[in-house]
């Protein structure tokens, strides 16, 4: 027997959250572990429900949908996370793609939509609402908005020629996290060794700190 599809519900709007879970209920395959309102007590229950997918919205009190993909990824690497939101804008899909949501979902489409798109990135698989392919890439001549911010701060670091346990220590984060990181780094910008980067950074402005590649 296949095993159900673990999902945290993260909504701070209880009806939405309410709505949302009743239909899945109803889904062969599905489980729902739980509905929390905002991102900080997604984290905090994390562990405890250990979802396969997380339901993520984005404009949420006391931690945002976008924050706490970024830390939940940290935290277990293997867990999808799937932004439901009312706002069609490329610009919030692009950000939450690179963020590491593996989906992006409007609220107002059909719920088997939901249920479709939970299957989907549970597969390993991206899933966007209709009219959203073309949000993936990057804007032209600007790769480092690939980059999520966590990302830009650990280049950052590696850049100024700090290990990668001096950064783990800065950040409070564990040496495997930062490892994990710096590949994703390398794999988005095309570059292959530390030089390089240091590289980017000089030719990006990146070592300024507060200079225009963030």
């Not at 599809?5 to 209920?25: C, K, T, Y």
């Not at 993909?69 to 799937?82: A, F, N, Q």
């Not at 959203?132 to 280049?155: C, F, M, N, W, Y």
């Not at 990668?164 to 570059?191: F, Q």
Request: glycine fraction near 8%; charge should be negative; hydrophobic fraction near 40%.
């Amino acid at each position: 027997m296949t095993p159900l599809i673990r999902v945290l519900i993260v909504d701070d709007h209880p009806m939405v959250a309410q709505g949302i879970q009743s239909v899945l209920e109803d889904h062969d395959g599905i489980e729902v572990v739980g509905t929390l309102h905002n991102g900080r007590a997604a984290l905090d229950q994390l562990e405890t429900l250990a979802p396969d997918v997380i339901l993520m919205d984005l404009n949420m009190p006391e931690m945002d949908g976008l924050t706490a993909t970024e830390m939940v990824l940290e935290r277990r690497p293997g867990t999808r996370i799937l932004v439901l939101s009312m706002h069609d804008n490329p610009e919030y899909i692009s950000s939450a793609l690179s963020h590491g949501a593996m989906g992006y979902v409007l609220k107002d489409v059909p719920t088997d939509e939901i249920a479709e798109a939970i299957e989907t990135v549970m597969r390993g698989e991206k899933y966007l609402c209709t009219g959203a392919e073309g949000a993936i890439a990057p804007k032209s001549g600007d790769v480092t908005s690939a980059l999520t911010s966590r990302e830009q701060t650990i280049l950052l670091q590696l850049a100024r020629g700090l290990s990668n346990k001096e950064v783990a220590n800065a950040l409070d984060i564990s040496v495997r996290t930062v490892e994990t990181h710096r590949k994703n780094i390398k794999r988005k910008l095309g570059i292959s060794s530390t030089a390089g980067l240091t590289r980017y950074a000089l030719e990006h402005g990146v070592l300024q700190g507060t200079g225009n590649a963030f």
